[in-house]
């Protein structure tokens, strides 16, 4: 399985749920947060995360080189509030870079830790997540990750492996509205 992670901290209660039914490799594409040094620290703690926890999954870095195309999505949106319609864009292009990563890559089926928190709407993602299983011709598992403690899991984990916890989702607009 190909695991999109948006950081550690949300990782954490992902994999410990899915570790056992899947081998897993973290993707970690996420152009939208900002600032670039930001993206490097929320990176670097999901692999020390997963080297820590003695996990041995492999962290694969998706790369930020997608920056200017984040952003060119979201003209007009830029004042949309948390959970709008820019967050809906951010979801759908952080599961197509996944999708397409997992066909191309030989991965049979993907998923995103973005259910974790409490603040993501999961059946927004989870609907995007289909119609891209559909797009790539790739199983897709649909899953609302908060369920179940998933969040409060997430939590003391995070406590747990001193995770760096960040107080806004990622991009520069829900920077400004912390």
Known sequence: MLLHSCCGPCSTAVIDRLKEDYDLTIFYYNPCIFPYEEYVHRLNEQKRYVKE??????????????FDKFYEEYKGLENEKEGGARCGKCFALRLSKTAEFAKNNGFDIFATT???????NAKLINEIGQNLSKK??????TADFKKQDGFLK???????YNLYRQDYCGCKFSLNNK
Request: aromatic share 12%.
């Open 154 to 160: 997430s939590i003391r984990f995070s406590k747990e």
């Open 136 to 141: 790539y011709d790739i199983e897709y598992l």
């Open 114 to 120: 973005l259910t974790v928190s409490p603040h993501k």
């Open 53 to 66: 926890a003695n996990l041995g999954i492999v962290v694969l870095d998706g790369t930020y080189n997608d």
